[in-house]
């Protein structure tokens, strides 16, 4: 796709979005379309992605090169993680791990 | 909602992506739209999803879009809101924010003016009221 971002620096996906990390951790275990996309997510993290900001979100991660598409079966197009989308979010998951051990120790330390 | 109303209204908000959107996802949006209705997402849910994707969609800049394109997107954007604003706003605090001479209108001209000492209910202080033309102001 033209017009590829190559702005794309150290865990690039903590200015993305919640959607478009979700989006990246459904098609993380294989290819998917949108409407695959949508129930996917709705069962992973409970959270119902609109249809707008779904397109938002795959258009931003595809200009990243994060994910690229498939030639269309019927109507719909098929996304896939490319290798530097699963690095990042690879990274971003290391980091939030991270993160929340350090959330868990801090309130066990503080006896909460 | 009936069917066709809801892709009728899916439909026209679709129209409001750039024509590079629609060229791409258009008609996998519609499927996808219809897919949803059919899962027991409301229409206008779904509508209100896809006006948002087409403001932002206008509203980022891309590589191959032209500056003046996004200026004019924000330009209609303002404009509608100020024709909105206009008319949901009274016009006299618009008079009132003026900084010209007040217009008077043909039954307040100004007349004589005559003091009148009084005390405002909401400070407690004394001040003086100018009657011109009965129109007390306080000053």
């Known amino acids: 796709m033209s017009g590829r971002d190559s702005r794309a620096g150290p865990d690039v996906l903590r200015r993305v979005g919640e959607a478009s990390v979700l989006i990246l951790i459904s098609l993380a275990d294989g290819p998917k379309h949108g409407y695959a996309l949508i129930q996917d997510i709705r069962e992973l993290a409970g959270v119902e992605l609109g249809p707008g900001t779904l397109y938002g979100a795959l258009d931003r991660l595809e200009r990243l090169a994060l994910i690229e598409s498939l030639p269309a079966d019927d109507r719909r197009h098929p996304y896939r993680i490319t290798a530097p989308g699963a690095a990042a979010l690879r990274e971003h998951l290391d980091s939030l791990e991270r993160v929340s051990a350090a959330g868990r120790l801090r309130l066990r330390l503080g006896g909460i | 909602m009936d069917d066709r109303r809801a892709g009728r209204l899916v439909g026209t908000v679709l129209k409001c992506y750039p024509a590079r959107w629609r060229s791409r996802h258009g008609h996998e949006a519609t499927e996808l739209a219809a897919l949803l209705i059919q899962d027991g997402t409301p229409a206008g849910s779904i509508a209100c999803s896809y006006l948002a994707g087409a403001a ?13 394109t996004v200026a004019c997107a924000l330009l209609a954007a303002a404009c509608a809101l100020g024709i909105s604003a206009g008319l949901l706003t009274p016009t006299v605090p618009a008079r009132a924010a003026s900084t010209g001479q007040p217009h008077a209108r043909a039954h307040c001209r100004p007349g004589p003016a005559r003091s009148v000492a009084g005390v405002s209910p909401a400070t407690g202080r004394s001040h003086l009221i100018i009657w011109t033309a009965g129109h007390g102001r306080f000053c």
């Open chain 2, 56 to 68: 932002r969609e206008w509203l980022t800049p891309r590589p191959g879009r032209r500056l003046s």
